[in-house]
């Protein structure tokens, strides 16, 4: 159990925030205090999250939040479009959790092919999908909770192995790939 919590805590790749009554923060992961150290968390969420509150006090919960809340988001610091999922607990307290996705280019992208094709590790793979999010090397250092010369050293082979002189070199190569067919196997 411990090491489930611990994977929410502090590697789940999803940001996960916990508001109470008043409004004050009372759980979140190390995804969701990334995403507040670099932005400021949509005015409708909090909004919502307060009508949430009003509608369970007055016993309306479920007529006025029949479905699931699903916000999208863009910052102008993020090349990334954001979504706030918030799903409501009302008994026996209250509290309003919100899932903070981001929505990157590493996820339209075959990272399974590229790491065969150039025969990455899954660690080299992680740290292509972080460069493909626009991660800084501090960023993915914190990330994986490893020094940045490591990042640099994971850089350094995973350049050796695709031929790519640089970052921008990595990303032109990866992004000039043809896009892969939905119905192909990941295996393929």
């Given at each position: 159990?411990?090491?489930?919590?611990?994977?929410?805590?502090?590697?789940?790749?999803?940001?996960?925030?916990?508001?109470?009554?008043?409004?004050?923060?009372?759980?979140?992961?190390?995804?969701?205090?990334?995403?507040?150290?670099?932005?400021?968390?949509?005015?409708?969420?909090?909004?919502?999250?307060?009508?949430?509150?009003?509608?369970?006090?007055?016993?309306?919960?479920?007529?006025?939040?029949?479905?699931?809340?699903?916000?999208?988001?863009?910052?102008?610091?993020?090349?990334?479009?954001?979504?706030?999922r918030v799903y409501i607990y009302d008994k026996p307290n209250p509290f309003v959790y919100v899932l903070i996705i981001e929505e990157t280019l590493s996820n339209k992208v075959n990272l399974n092919s590229i790491r065969q094709e150039f025969k990455l590790t899954r660690?080299?793979?992680?740290?292509?999908?972080?460069?493909?999010?626009?991660?800084?090397?501090?960023?993915?250092?914190?990330?994986?909770?490893?020094?940045?010369?490591?990042?640099?050293?994971?850089?350094?082979?995973?350049?050796?192995?695709?031929?790519?002189?640089?970052?921008?070199?990595?990303?032109?190569?990866?992004?000039?790939?043809?896009?892969?067919?939905?119905?192909?196997?990941?295996?393929?």
């Amino acid at each position: 159990m411990i090491e489930h919590i611990d994977f929410i805590l502090n590697k789940c790749p999803i940001g996960l925030l916990v508001f109470n009554r008043d409004m004050e923060i009372v759980s979140q992961n190390k995804k969701a205090q990334l995403f507040l150290s670099r932005f400021e968390l949509p005015p409708e969420v909090k909004s919502i999250s307060k009508r949430a509150f009003a509608a369970i006090n007055y016993g309306n919960l479920n007529e006025l939040f029949p479905g699931e809340i699903h916000l999208t988001a863009r910052f102008d610091e993020s090349p990334s479009n954001w979504i706030f999922r918030v799903y409501i607990y009302d008994k026996p307290n209250p509290f309003v959790y919100v899932l903070i996705i981001e929505e990157t280019l590493s996820n339209k992208v075959n990272l399974n092919s590229i790491r065969q094709e150039f025969k990455l590790t899954r660690r080299e793979t992680d740290m292509v999908r972080r460069v493909l999010d626009g991660l800084k090397n501090t960023e993915i250092a914190m990330d994986f909770d490893i020094s940045e010369q490591t990042v640099k050293d994971h850089l350094s082979n995973i350049y050796m192995k695709t031929g790519a002189k640089n970052r921008f070199a990595l990303l032109k190569l990866i992004m000039d790939r043809p896009i892969p067919n939905p119905d192909q196997s990941l295996t393929d």
